[in-house]
């Protein structure tokens, strides 16, 4: 089996580390879309602690994944640029990243999923990780005992957060008064870490 991810927007790092491994996998694009994941929400750093970004969806109900759309009727995308910069503004490599952050973010994307590809290969283009990715061309079903290869439900953020036994802790903006939190957005690695972010996810896990 190709290893078998979910989509995600700007995936946790945990998901990045795991992804980096290999040479090829695939992103579950027919599965009814589910509630509350990573598909459609990131976690950052910010001064008052960990904030959720969400961007907010068009769909019905049991839309497949590849049928979620974007919703503009807010400036969701808007919103996440400013609290990125509040957020990371002071990092060592938000100057870095921020014109490409930009450019993600300022796109208008029909579907979800076209939006979190675009963030996904600039994640693994600037980590330096050469992975095909592609997605399902029909559902999969979970298997029984489960494959260890099919990660769509692994990475969730209703599931507590890894220890730092498995995340070394790393300098985070506001380190100075919130201790570390581990597996946030990948967002938040690179900012904080820049190029060395590409050892530390190999370092993961």
Request: hydrophobic letters at 35%; aromatic letters at 12%; charged letters at 25%.
């Amino acid at each position: 089996m190709i290893p078998l991810f979910s989509t995600a927007y700007f995936p946790p790092i945990s998901c990045i580390a795991q992804m980096a491994r290999y040479d090829v996998v695939r992103i579950e694009a027919k599965e009814t879309f589910p509630k509350q994941t990573y598909r459609n929400r990131m976690e950052i750093m910010t001064s008052a602690g960990v904030r959720t970004l969400v961007v907010p969806t068009v769909r019905r109900n049991n839309s497949r994944t590849e049928e979620v759309g974007v919703s503009y009727a807010e400036r969701w995308n808007t919103i996440h640029l400013r609290t990125l910069t509040a957020a990371y503004a002071a990092s060592p490599y938000y100057e870095f990243y921020k014109d490409d952050l930009e450019a993600i973010l300022e796109a208008r994307y029909d579907r979800l999923i076209d939006l979190n590809r675009r963030a996904l290969e600039w994640v693994l283009q600037k980590l330096k990780v050469e992975c095909n990715v592609s997605f399902t061309d029909d559902y999969l079903p979970s298997t029984t005992p489960p494959d260890p290869e099919d990660f769509r439900m692994v990475f969730s953020p209703k599931k507590k957060r890894p220890s730092n036994q498995s995340f070394e802790p790393y300098y985070q903006v506001f380190s100075d008064r919130i201790c570390f939190t581990p597996d946030l957005s990948i967002v938040d690695l690179l900012m904080n870490l820049g190029p060395e972010a590409a050892d530390y996810i190999r370092r993961c896990l």
